[in-house]
């Protein structure tokens, strides 16, 4: 038998370490034999985290959820020991519907195979696509295959896969260079650690494949540094690949030489863009420059360099082994195949998800993420991150492709959906990505460097109660002057979440400037606490409050004066009577 | 930021001092682009970016010291100033934000008094806000970086980053 417990960096947050220790310790103190623990990534529910698989000899699998070290007992003795199913610890039928409804290509093995043992993903077909290609295709028909599957970028622009690595093709000299581009900057996204943690070994044969295509022999991948547990994932795999003769000389007798690197990024944002990445592997400030040239003839040392992103060049395996057309069935006409996208916020069900691109938002949100925490209401989701904007619920049945989404105002993006409820301000979330932005500016251009100052500045009187007449016009002027006058995509699409929630949430801003009042009561400064009939005299709000503005006798109705309030919220977190109303 | 023409030995001093960061210097300082990985590599060993240490990398790889606190301060990544025994890397990612980190963050300053790149007197905390660490299906996260490995914490609430902090405080 074989306990797999998950271990990517979200099961580990929610103590899966400690339960696979308490597995060992009671395998041990039980002297049960014939059991082996093993280690997989994230399967993506995150939200039933930690996660374990039991695997019976004849192959069966139980999936045990939200297993802390006190139910590792239960399970030891159930299954390990007397072979039963302990039910009430397993996945209900309706949480394994959450994988069930999904299609995987990218994230196939993530939460199945060991990613610390390359002969798992040897098993499940894994480096039988790069033999393929050695051993049997030119390099412009891999390039083919990935035009017929029709492969966008995944990272964010959601152009051509093929036509940049014909690109790098074409591009004159014997010196080109593959970049993976694994700095999942987006504030909100994590399909890419996840595939980092869960399965390394499909990003170095997609990276080998490309390489092969466009006459690259090395690959650097570009991995952000908050990302330890990836990096060293991705160490222990290069250097099991590098054993196996996959990463090397001579390739599979093809003659074909690959080598792969990692460099840890330091933090920056606009490093998500082409030429500040190639800055920032050459060691310098990671400030864009203007293109053309474009990277496909002079990058990396001034060499030909294609860079893709983690999620793109996972699929790339899939595709050649199964085919394009395989890939190309799945999806719309012009956004074919899966999509990842990672599903948080104010969500019940919150994780990774897979589907073909062309499910509606409603499909994905409510069909597979359960809808909104604690029953309220969906207001609105943002996706594409800081570039992308905010979905209004009455557009909920837009089918999720790049086309669609793009109509909206907002971005596929790296595929980031934050979902939110009637306690988000918007006003709030426009603050949130402009202060964002304004952080990861490079400072080149002045409009996106001085312009995103600017609108934080008026975002913030805004929402501190102190917005003008006006000010909804100044933020358009200076909205359409930054994307303008910005020379890289983080300026040009900075100002996209203020526009969309101007578009849809325009009353709020509103209500914030004319009428004074947050309508999600979110914004400190338009808020008020009162205490209602509900109010028992307990005093125990009256003793918490840190500035003493409740008053009132014992077993009376006490009262908050509104002079002293700072609006800390502790009386309402302190009230066991629900006596305390935020407006 | 040169000392030449000092008789102070300083130079030599500034060796003896970062002896540990010499193997580093001899793998990387004749390659080229390895500066940010050559100040990471400082970082991990002395925790964040000395004058002096800048001074010792530009003398070892002939890179200016401009340039090199050029890069330095340019990625969120590295610190000039000393962090504490328990670095606090809050997540102030979109999911995060969404889940109430702001809260989080003044349930931590109030409880260590302390702000946003600030260390605790006793030296034992440092908090930094980050930008996003991936785990956003947990909701506000933090992560805690010390000697004893990285530790991350997910659904956070005001009380149990309290308790969190206090555990380790205990221990520190």
Redesign the interface.
């Given at each position: 038998m074989r306990v797999v417990i998950g271990q990517g960096s979200c099961g580990i947050a929610t103590g899966a370490k400690k339960t696979a220790a308490e597995f060992e310790k009671q395998i041990a103190e039980k002297n049960i034999s014939n059991v082996t623990l093993g280690v997989t990534g994230c399967v993506g529910t995150c939200y039933l985290e930690p996660i374990v698989d039991v695997y019976d000899d004849d192959g069966k699998m139980t999936r045990y959820v939200k297993v802390q070290p006190d139910k590792v007992e239960k399970i030891v003795e159930e299954h390990l020991m007397q072979h039963q199913v302990a039910e009430d610890q397993a996945i209900t039928e309706e949480d394994k519907e959450f994988v069930g409804k999904q299609q995987r290509v990218v994230l196939r093995n993530c939460g199945v195979i060991n990613p610390e043992n390359i002969e798992d993903y040897i098993a499940v077909d894994g480096y039988k696509a790069i033999e393929k290609v050695l051993t049997s295709m030119k390099p412009e028909e891999v390039i083919e295959e990935i035009k017929v599957s029709g492969l966008r970028g995944r990272g964010g622009a959601g152009f051509p896969t093929w036509f940049k690595w014909n690109a790098a093709k074409q591009s004159p000299g014997n010196e080109k260079y593959l970049v993976c581009n694994a700095d999942e900057g987006d504030p909100g996204a994590f399909m890419d650690r996840s595939v980092l943690e869960g399965d390394p070994h499909s990003l170095i044969e997609g990276m080998i494949i490309g390489g092969y295509a466009m006459g690259a022999t090395q690959g650097v991948i570009y991995c952000r540094a908050e990302y330890p547990l990836a990096i060293k994932r991705l160490e222990i795999a290069m250097a099991q690949a590098r054993e196996k003769g996959f990463l090397g000389k001579n390739i599979f007798d093809s003659g074909f030489d690959f080598d792969l690197r990692i460099k840890a990024g330091a933090g920056a944002f606009v490093c998500g863009e082409e030429t500040a990445l190639i800055a920032s592997l050459e060691g310098e400030r990671g400030m864009p420059r203007l293109k053309p040239p474009f990277p496909a003839a002079k990058g990396y040392w001034q060499k030909p360099t294609d860079i893709n992103n983690v999620e793109t060049l996972a699929n790339v395996p899939w595709i050649i082994y199964n085919g394009g057309a395989a890939f190309g069935s799945m999806g719309t006409e012009k956004s074919k195949g899966t999509k990842v996208f990672a599903l948080a916020g104010k969500i019940k069900k919150g994780g990774l998800v897979e589907v073909p691109m062309g499910l509606t938002l409603r499909d994905v949100i409510f069909g597979i993420g359960g809808g909104i925490k604690n029953d309220r209401e969906f207001k609105a989701v943002q996706m594409g991150g800081p570039s992308g904007g905010c979905i209004p619920a009455e557009l909920i049945d837009t089918p999720v492709t790049y086309e669609d989404i793009n109509k909206t105002g907002a971005i596929v993006g790296s595929g980031g959906m934050i979902v939110m409820d009637e306690d988000t301000c918007m006003v709030d979330m426009a603050r949130y990505f402009l202060n964002f932005t304004r952080d990861e500016s490079c400072g080149k251009c002045n409009y996106c460097r001085i312009g995103t100052k600017r609108m934080l500045e008026i975002l913030e009187r805004i929402t501190e109660g102190e917005g003008k007449d006006g000010d909804i016009e100044l933020l358009e002027e200076l909205a359409g002057k930054i994307k303008d006058g910005s020379m890289c995509g983080l300026g040009q699409t900075a100002p996209n979440p203020v526009l969309t929630t101007l578009k849809y949430f325009r009353n709020e801003y509103e209500d914030h400037i004319y009428n004074k009042k947050c309508t999600a009561a979110s914004c400190k400064a338009l808020i008020s606490f009162s205490i209602n009939d509900a109010c028992k005299g307990c005093t125990l709000c009256a003793r918490h409050c840190p500035v003493g503005a409740i008053s009132g006798k014992v077993k009376e109705k006490h009262v908050i004066d509104q002079d002293l309030c700072i609006k800390c919220g502790k009386c309402l977190d302190t009230c066991k009577f629900g006596a305390i109303e935020k407006k | 930021m040169s000392e030449k023409g000092c008789n102070c030995n300083c130079a030599q001093n500034r060796a003896a001092e970062f002896k540990d960061l010499a193997p580093v210097l001899e793998q990387y300082a004749k390659v080229?682009?390895?500066?940010?990985?050559i100040?990471?590599k400082a970082q991990d060993i002395y925790g964040y970016l000395s004058l002096d240490a800048i001074n010792y990398i530009s003398e070892e790889t002939g890179i200016k010291p401009a340039k090199i606190y050029?890069?330095a301060t340019?990625?969120?990544?590295?610190r000039l100033k000393p962090v504490g025994k328990y670095l606090i890397?809050l997540c102030?990612?979109?999911?995060c934000?969404?889940?109430g980190s702001e809260?989080i963050e003044?349930a931590i300053c109030e409880y260590l008094d302390i702000k946003d790149g600030e260390t605790t007197e006793d030296g034992i905390f440092t908090l930094n806000n980050?930008?996003?660490?991936?785990?956003?299906?947990?909701?506000p996260?933090m992560m805690i970086k010390s000697v004893e490995g990285?530790e991350?914490?997910?659904?956070l609430t005001?009380d149990s980053v309290k308790q969190i902090l206090g555990e380790i405080r205990e221990r520190a």
């Open positions: - | 080229p682009g390895s500066l940010i990985t100040l990471q050029g890069v340019f990625y969120a990544q590295f890397m102030q990612g979109t999911a934000h969404v889940n809260m003044e980050v930008a996003c660490l991936g785990c956003c299906s947990l909701a996260v990285d991350t914490y997910g659904n005001k």
